[in-house]
């Protein structure tokens, strides 16, 4: 018998699990030709998710956990999920019932019966959510996708149905700053995208602010591409140029016209600007270098308190 994991990141959702619970045995009641594995990791909740996670794993002895010793956010759970899942088939969902269970005897479907390596979600509306985070999105994804060579679909979820081969090739990629949704893309192999419908949470609250969402899409272009460097380093060859053509100016002019004193505002401008672009591009150097220095210590990506995994 053929054997799914399913991996769960839970923060803070003891008013989701139940509703999760619930759904989720229906549809493993609809693949019984399959053996299951419902792997929960919770992320350091402050809640009484564990207490639920356990009473879960008393009655149903399918149903394992991991519980860390902090919040190490969902890329860490994710990869302790695929670090700790048995299954010949990985499936990654949410807790608050975003990711429809229903569709994975469809997603298994395309793995079974046409051949792909694995089968990802995306959501093609964005109802319920506030237009200027759309919008943010939306311009997030034009732009890694101009500058970046793995591609990224727009709206993608991380629901994903995958072999135990692709599961193993994430794995080889142990880095500390993790980026998902470029990870799926890099390793490769043939993907289905299935889209639905954008479906609001169960119950609970979302864990990302907007400011959070910023960050991880500064992490995701640094991880994923290069191009800031090139840029900042395009925008100083140019300000060289200009500043060339400039100082011939002046001192034609100068030489033509005689010397009278002006222009000091126009100066400040430009030395403002200059040290502008300055600052902006240290910066850009500063994000790749602090990520290397993260990578460099080789700290672990998460650190478990207690489990029960057999
Ligand atoms: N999650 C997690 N660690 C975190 C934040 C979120 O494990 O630090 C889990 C969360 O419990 C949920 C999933 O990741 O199962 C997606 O989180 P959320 O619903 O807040 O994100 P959204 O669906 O709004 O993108
Ligand atoms: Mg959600």
Redesign the pocket.
């Known amino acids: 018998m053929e054997k799914i994991t399913v991996i769960?990141?839970?923060?803070?959702?003891e008013e989701?699990l139940n509703y999760y619970y619930a759904e989720m045995n229906k549809v493993m009641g609809e693949l019984s030709e399959y053996a299951f594995e419902l792997l929960f990791?919770?992320?350091?909740?402050k809640d009484n998710?564990l207490g639920i996670l356990k009473s879960f794993s008393q009655k149903d002895e399918r149903v394992k956990y991991i519980s860390f010793s902090r919040?190490?956010?969902?890329?860490?759970?994710?990869y302790a999920g695929f670090k700790n899942s048995t299954g010949d088939y990985v499936c990654l969902?949410?807790?608050?019932l975003?990711?429809p269970p229903k569709l994975l005897p469809v997603m298994l479907k395309a793995i079974k019966e046409e051949g792909y390596d694995s089968v990802a979600t995306r959501r093609v509306t964005r109802k319920g959510e506030p237009p200027i985070r759309s919008f943010f999105a939306r311009l997030f994804y034009k732009i890694m996708n101009f500058i970046s060579d793995t591609e990224l679909m727009d709206g993608a979820?991380?629901y994903r149905l995958m072999t135990r081969q692709f599961v193993n090739s994430l794995l080889e990629l142990s880095e500390y700053n993790r980026f998902s949704k470029g990870l799926f893309g890099w390793v490769g192999f043939e993907t289905k995208w299935i889209e639905f419908e954008n479906v609001e949470?169960v119950a609970?609250?979302?864990?990302?602010s907007f400011w959070k969402l910023l960050l991880y899409s500064i992490e995701g272009i640094v991880a994923f591409s290069t191009a800031p460097l090139a840029i900042s380093s395009f925008i100083g060859i140019l300000m060289l140029v200009v500043a060339l053509l400039l100082i011939v100016f002046i001192v034609v002019r100068t030489l033509l016209f005689g010397d009278p004193v002006e222009g000091w505002p126009s100066l400040v401008c430009i030395i403002s600007m200059i040290g502008g672009i300055q600052l902006f591009c240290i910066g850009i150097l500063g994000q790749y270098l602090s990520k290397t220095y993260l990578e460099t210590k080789k700290r672990p990506i998460y650190i478990v308190k207690e489990s029960k995994l057999k």
């Open positions: 769960v990141p839970c923060y803070n959702e989701a990791i919770n992320d350091g909740s998710t919040n190490f956010g969902k890329e860490a759970a994710m969902m949410d807790a608050d975003q990711d979820r991380d949470r609970g609250e979302t864990k990302w």
